[in-house]
């Protein structure tokens, strides 16, 4: 998310966030990588509203740019971020078993995925924090506007105890390197 936000300050969109863009080294310092489709939202200078190009992958892509209505920003990259989120908690994007086509129909058409979307017997309520619930729930809002910025986001209770630099360098990398690396 911090890496997110910088890209963002800096006028640029990803386009393309998910786990498989997510490098974690054994110091488990997490790295965002594949700027192949990354775009600048500054012109000769100035900041643009909004691009219109239809790149990405499918899963992980906002109604917005599937759409080519009105175009979009960098909201769609935290649109990616929710759904990275639920990829990594089940090891699979919401509708990566559909065709991309039926991806795009079921992003569309459909309420935003959450993870009730994957029909399993887990207790999401069990397993998973309200708090993280509700920062996917809002990542994952269908009208862009009603989406958080980056720095809205870090504000938000899930990412609280990661506030703190001290917090984030210590107990957080120690605890991923025992868990992951």
């Known amino acids: 998310l911090l ?22 080294d054994g110091c ?16 000769g200078g100035n900041r643009r509203e909004h ?9 992980w892509m906002a109604p917005e740019v599937m759409e080519q209505v009105e175009g979009y920003e960098y909201r769609a990259d935290i649109w990616s971020l929710g759904i990275t989120a639920l990829e990594l908690c089940k090891g699979y994007a919401p509708y990566a078993k559909y065709a991309p086509m039926k991806v795009l129909l079921l992003t569309i058409q459909e309420d935003p995925p959450s993870l009730h ?3 399993d017997s887990d207790d999401v309520n069990v ?11 809002w990542c ?14 870090l504000a938000h ?11 984030r360098a ?9 868990e992951v690396c």
């Not at 488990?28 to 012109?43: E, N, Q």
């Not at 691009?51 to 899963?59: A, D, I, Q, R």
Request: charged share 25%.
């Open 3 to 24: 890496g997110l936000k910088y890209i963002h300050d800096n006028g640029q969109i990803h386009r393309d966030i998910k786990a498989g863009n997510i490098l974690l």
């Open 28 to 43: 488990a310092y997490v790295r965002i990588a594949d700027f192949g489709v990354s775009s600048w939202l500054i012109d």
């Open 51 to 59: 691009t219109t190009t239809f790149v990405g992958t499918p899963c």
């Open 117 to 119: 979307t994957y029909n």
């Open 127 to 137: 397993l998973w924090s309200e708090s993280f619930r509700s920062m996917i729930a």
């Open 140 to 153: 994952l809002q269908k009208d862009p506007s009603k989406r958080p910025t980056c720095a809205k986001l």
């Open 157 to 167: 209770p899930h990412f609280m105890p990661l506030a703190n630099a001290d917090v």
């Open 170 to 178: 210590a107990e957080w990398r120690e605890r991923t390197k025992r």
